[in-house]
């Protein structure tokens, strides 16, 4: 029996047993990582691994937020609102507890950090990783040359979907940096505020490209909506951070290919299934999705110039900076939540769009796609069981439903007392704003109550601030529900309404 070298009996000189005894701590420490390693690649359900990743996640956020001092003393955030603003940060939710301002430059550069390791971009390549792992031992197990080109370890062939990250977020930046130094009007809005020029163009640029729509400003993007340049820098990052990565990954690789003419390029565009990476998708797919991305965009701009051109929110704006603003909108109604409209007084009609937006997934397209054999074929591959759990779960509607009834009851004495703020409306809206993870919100306003409450202060955070404890922790159970809503979509078969 072949004897583990640390624990191998042999002579060892006393000067170098320290130094062994250090080596044998670093063998069993990779060992044993290497061993939860596979354990998670290979034996437990991506579901589970993404939940326990993002409760760590929101838990490090949590303490990080809370050793981390506040720009005053004067107020405090409760335990639940630290809480709340960490999970809103890792799920990129930007659903708001607390004004923006309260929280320091250390606390700004901790929500950077929960923001880039949440955001959809990140976590999908961490499941790559674990994609490939399984790819190379069933290629070397099986020796089958075609499941061996998948493995990204050549350097030549490998995709470097970091670097790409890491240049939008570099290219993002410096463009926000110099505009903030050649505009006087936004430079002069982080001076008032007290923000540096770099900690928010880093802040903004994070929080858009991974969709979150957290801005440190209490007003989020409504004191910038004069400065377009400003909205156009961020627009193009808000698509390509989500519902445009899927069809732009697919244009870079065909790029590589007509550029490099290499066959492990030209091999992922024919067999994007088989990469098993959930933003490759077939050239069809791909071409559909941004179609409709561009549908709804400019149905919502249409209706949006339509109901609100002469609104309140647009005065003292000239035609070229209402037609940027609410193309900004539009652009974060899917998944972003950036704005520069205040929700409470914006159109019914256009509410209700904003709903139906946030509720759909990314990848939604409502085109027509005949998936043919490989459907059929993907799922006859479902074991018996998978098939009888996905029938016993529920819609996704019918979960949203079940959410906003028990916010209902819980905040229901608000409700009579304060029945203009607490509308059945604006808790839907934050309901499914918190699962789209989107972060629209519309707010809450002093002049709205029917009680006129003398200290009532009209403040910076979402309508969810004035939720209780409890409130607020089921929109939390919301948030990490919608961020896991991929593994639950085939949901509600078993109801029958034919």
């Known amino acids: 029996m072949k004897k583990f070298p640390c624990f191998a009996r042999k002579p060892v000189d006393v000067f170098n047993r320290s130094s ?5 701590l670093q063998q069993s420490f990779r060992g044993l990582f290497s061993s939860l390693f596979y354990f998670l690649a290979f034996q437990v359900s991506p579901f589970w691994n993404q939940l326990g990743y993002f409760i760590t996640v929101s838990l490090l956020g949590y303490m990080a937020l809370k050793v981390s001092k506040p720009k005053t003393t004067s107020f405090m955030p409760s335990d639940v609102d630290v809480f709340f603003t960490s999970v809103s940060a890792s799920t990129v939710s930007s659903m708001s507890a607390v004004e923006m301002e309260v929280f320091s430059d250390t606390q700004l550069v901790i929500m ?29 197990r099986e020796n089958k040359a075609h499941l061996a080109s ?41 001076k008032n505020k007290g923000l540096r020029i770099l900690t928010f163009s880093v802040f903004t640029v994070v929080s858009t490209f991974s969709n979150c729509g957290f801005i440190p400003t209490n007003e989020n ?35 590589l290919v ?6 492990e390029f030209n091999y992922m565009l024919k067999n994007s299934r088989e990469i098993s990476y959930d933003h490759l998708l077939p050239g069809l797919y791909s071409c559909l999705l941004a179609i409709t991305v561009f549908g709804f965009i400019l149905v919502q701009f249409l209706l949006l110039c339509f109901m609100e051109w002469n609104s309140e929110d647009l005065a003292g704006l000239n035609a070229y900076q209402k037609i940027v603003g609410v193309l900004f909108q539009t652009a974060n109604s899917r998944h972003s ?3 520069i409209f205040d929700l409470s007084v914006i159109s019914p009609a256009v509410l209700v769009l904003f709903v139906l937006t946030m509720y759909l997934p990314s990848h939604t397209s409502f085109l027509p796609i005949d998936g043919g054999e490989k459907t059929l074929q993907k799922e006859e591959r479902r074991t018996d069981k998978r098939k009888y759990v996905e029938h016993l779960l529920l819609s996704q509607l019918s979960y949203l439903v079940i959410f906003v009834i028990l916010v209902c009851i819980i905040e229901r004495e ?12 604006n808790i839907t809206i934050e309901i499914v704003s918190a699962y789209g993870n989107v972060g629209f919100s519309a707010g809450y306003h002093c002049n709205l109550q029917l009680k006129h409450e003398p200290h009532c202060k009209d403040l910076g955070y979402g309508f969810v601030g004035r939720w209780s404890n409890s409130g607020k922790f089921v929109l939390m159970f919301v948030m990490f529900f919608g961020r896991l809503k991929k593994f639950s979509m085939h949901g509600g078969r078993a109801w029958k309404l034919d």
């Open 20 to 24: 062994t005894k250090l080596s044998c």
């Open 112 to 140: 950077t950090v929960l923001m880039l390791v949440g955001g959809e971009i990140f976590t999908s390549m961490l499941g790559l990783q674990f994609v490939r792992s399984k790819y190379t031992r069933k290629a070397n």
């Open 150 to 190: 998948i493995d990204y370890k050549s350097p030549n062939s490998k995709i470097s979907f970091d670097q790409m990250n890491w240049v939008v977020h570099v290219v993002g930046s410096a463009l926000i940096v110099l505009y903030l130094n050649l505009v006087p009007s936004a430079r002069e809005v982080l």
């Open 221 to 255: 993007m409504v004191v910038f909506k004069k400065n377009s340049g400003l909205l156009l820098i961020l627009i193009p990052q808000i698509l390509l951070g989500n519902t445009l990565f899927a069809p732009c990954l697919r244009f870079v690789i065909w790029v």
């Open 258 to 263: 007509k550029i490099t003419r290499r066959v």
């Open 337 to 339: 939540g950036e704005s």
């Open 414 to 425: 608000k409700m009579k007392k304060d029945p203009l703020n607490f509308s059945v409306l």
